[in-house]
């Protein structure tokens, strides 16, 4: 199950601009501790990556520390993101209410 879509209901699409930005910070807002986390290791992810597109002559870039370092994070990101399916009730609300206050159009959420 896609945690925030499905689960919470926020449509994040083409349509919506920096929806990866905003996805963290749905995850950060979330009123969980836990998927915070979550959301501000997503963002950090998504900064240095966006950094590795815009400033190749960094030269942490080309370390391989540095690639298995974020490949680590990424799938930490994964499994917590799983984790948190189980816990989804205790914070869809606080995701739903954050998401409608930053402009994210919602829909029902899935209750599988």
């Known amino acids: 199950m896609s945690l ?3 689960g919470c ?3 994040l699409d083409k349509k919506v601009p920096e929806p990866h930005k905003k996805l ?3 995850l950060e ?11 501000r290791n997503l963002n950090s992810l998504r ?3 966006r950094r590795a597109d815009y400033e ?11 690639v298995q370092s974020q ?3 990424a799938k930490q990101i994964v499994d917590d993101v799983k984790a948190a399916e189980s816990r989804i009730a205790e914070f ?3 995701i739903r209410t954050y998401a409608k206050l930053i402009g994210l159009h919602l829909r029902s959420p899935s209750t599988r």
């Open 47 to 49: 900064e240095e990556r």
């Open 4 to 6: 925030i879509q499905e």
């Open 9 to 11: 209901g926020v449509v």
């Open 92 to 94: 869809r609300a606080s």
């Open 24 to 26: 963290a910070q749905c």
């Open 56 to 66: 190749l002559a960094e030269s942490k870039f080309a370390t391989v520390k540095n």
């Open 29 to 39: 807002n979330s009123a969980d501790s836990k998927l915070a986390e979550t959301g």
């Open 71 to 73: 490949i680590s994070l």
